[in-house]
């Protein structure tokens, strides 16, 4: 057998300590970095040429590298800071890549904006590693969420996400790239539909934050498979968000989502005929009014249908009560305070822009959004028939585009 090489030793004692992985991870100069672990690997005793290892932390900074599969490579899961952000093919199998958060909650709109921060750490090119897919199933048993976020877009769910999100002790993982990879996987047939659950256990894991609620915004597209995603989670809750289809097609028209530009979204993957998009005189309107007519279809005892006038109120009145969450006073304030900031942008104060969409909308995109407005309708009468979960006057805060 080969002896392991100093660098090999060194990642080895790195993954089983979680002190340093915690005060190395966060350093985003390399210089400080090479200093700060030129100094650990002394104190193993391992004598780390310093130019070799700069040189190979350049090489894994390359956008080549970040396409290839890690170096270091595991049999199971890494320890608890690490999260999965991707699944890539290797050698006719699907592996899983994983990268250490360093300390980060999840608190940014999309887990994407996290995941572009750690990943260009200096201690992630040196600790990037991967997995093979069945490494996922130690956390088939993990806890299931505490709900489901889904929507049509464009419609106050960012903002749910970082009101739910701005305690603490929630996690809120928030259209993750990962996860959608694997339901397309699924849809494909290339991995059992359980796999999904398990890697929502992994997104979720309890990094030392002490955990009490978890929460997964899916993708609006994620309606169409609705029906699988209730089989793997029969019990959790589940909110629908939507909003007047004229203000979410002139926000798409102003900067359009992957969902409605046609040929981007594989749509067989959910379980639609691309064809039939296609042929679809306004696009946008088509896929939307499938997103909510999916949903609609879907609704069962555990949905709660939400308009997005409905918010921020509904978070606290409607939404928590709904996934069975109780804050305490600190944190219902933090909640509250959450909903005044505008969604996507935290930092900065909401104005409402509802009334100059409706405006902004042409005569074409009217009449293109018919069968969306009827679906719209349909929603609205399903929404008043449910049993009541408290509502607000309240104006919206939170989301626009």
Not at 24 to 36: G, K, M, S, Y
Not at 147 to 168: D, E
Not at 235 to 251: A, G
Not at 296 to 315: F, I, S, W
């Amino acid at each position: 057998m080969t002896p392991a090489s100093p660098i090999d030793r060194l990642r080895a004692a790195l993954l089983a300590d979680e002190a340093a992985q915690l005060r190395l991870a966060p350093i985003v100069e390399v210089e400080t970095f090479l200093d700060a672990i030129t100094a650990y690997a002394d104190g193993l005793g391992l004598a780390i040429p310093c130019q070799t290892f700069a040189a190979g932390l350049a090489r894994a900074a390359t956008p080549q590298m970040e396409q290839d599969l890690p170096a270091l490579r595991l049999a199971e899961a890494p320890p608890r800071h690490w999260l999965p952000v991707e699944l890539k093919g290797y050698q006719g199998a699907v592996v899983v890549e994983w990268l250490h958060f360093a300390g980060l909650p999840l608190t940014d709109p999309f887990f994407e904006e996290t995941w572009r921060k750690v990943r260009v750490l200096p201690f992630n090119r040196l600790m990037r590693c991967a997995t093979p897919l069945a490494a996922i199933e130690a956390f088939a048993d993990a806890p299931p969420p505490d709900g489901l976020v889904f929507h049509m877009s464009r419609c106050g769910s960012t903002l749910v996400g970082q009101m739910l999100g701005t305690v603490p002790q929630h996690i809120v993982v928030s259209e993750p790239p990962v996860l959608d990879t694997m339901i397309q996987l699924a849809g494909h047939g290339q991995v059992p539909p359980a796999m999904i659950r398990a890697l929502a256990g992994a997104l979720t894991r309890d990094r030392g934050e002490g955990v009490r609620h978890r929460f997964l915004k899916l993708d609006a597209w994620h309606s169409f498979v609705l029906p699988l995603l209730r089989t793997l989670w029969p019990d959790v809750p589940w909110v629908f968000l939507y909003r007047d289809p004229i203000e979410v097609l002139v926000s798409q028209q102003r900067r359009p989502g992957m969902h409605v530009r046609p040929g981007v979204l594989p749509l067989e993957t959910y379980g639609i005929d691309p064809a039939e998009g296609a042929a679809a005189g306004d696009y946008a309107a088509w896929i939307l009014d499938r997103i909510c007519r999916a949903a609609a279809d879907a609704v069962d005892a555990q949905c709660l249908l939400l308009n997005y006038r409905e918010l921020p109120g509904a978070l606290a009145d409607a939404i928590l009560p709904h996934f069975g969450v109780a804050p305490d006073p600190a944190a219902l304030d933090r909640i509250v305070a959450a909903g005044g900031r505008y969604s996507k942008a935290p930092g900065q104060a909401f104005t409402g822009d509802s009334e100059a969409k409706q405006r902004a909308a042409s005569d074409a995109l009217r009449g293109a959004a018919a069968p969306l407005l009827a679906t719209y309708a349909r929603l609205e009468a399903m929404r008043s028939a449910l049993p009541a979960m408290g509502s607000s006057s309240a104006p919206m805060q939170g989301e626009k585009v």
